[in-house]
């Protein structure tokens, strides 16, 4: 069982910025970010493998977000930047520890872009 603890979420300009936090209690081979916003589907944001370090995006936060990882932390973190309302939404981190799909969840953190 990993558990997954997310920070850093809040209420935010439009063009400011924001960093979120997951901390990890176990090893994993993937982590990610998702997003839900009201009334739409749940959507990878970003996810980044642990032992190659390859990264992808949703086309829609390419050039503003950035996921990043410390290994020695077990967390991942999403730097969020020049934030647009359309940020809004629930983040959710996930992790996997095998190739297969996302098997754990933490509980959320809102973030919401005034304009």
């Known amino acids: 069982q990993v558990q997954l603890v997310e920070s850093g979420g809040g209420l935010v300009q439009a063009g400011g910025s924001l960093r979120l936090s997951c901390a990890a209690s176990?090893?994993?081979?993937?982590m990610a970010w998702f997003r839900q916003a009201p009334g739409k589907e749940r959507v990878l944001v970003a996810h980044?493998?642990?032992?190659?370090?390859?990264?992808n995006y949703a086309d829609s936060v390419k050039g503003r977000f950035t996921i990043s990882r410390d290994k020695a932390k077990n967390t991942v973190y999403l730097q969020m930047n020049s934030l647009k309302p359309e940020d809004t939404a629930v983040y959710y981190c996930?992790?996997?520890?095998?190739?297969?799909?996302?098997?754990?969840w933490g509980r959320g953190t809102q973030v919401t872009v005034s304009s």
């Open positions: 176990g090893l994993t081979f993937r």
């Open positions: 980044i493998v642990g032992n190659t370090g390859i990264i």
């Open positions: 996930a992790a996997t520890t095998t190739r297969a799909s996302y098997d754990y």
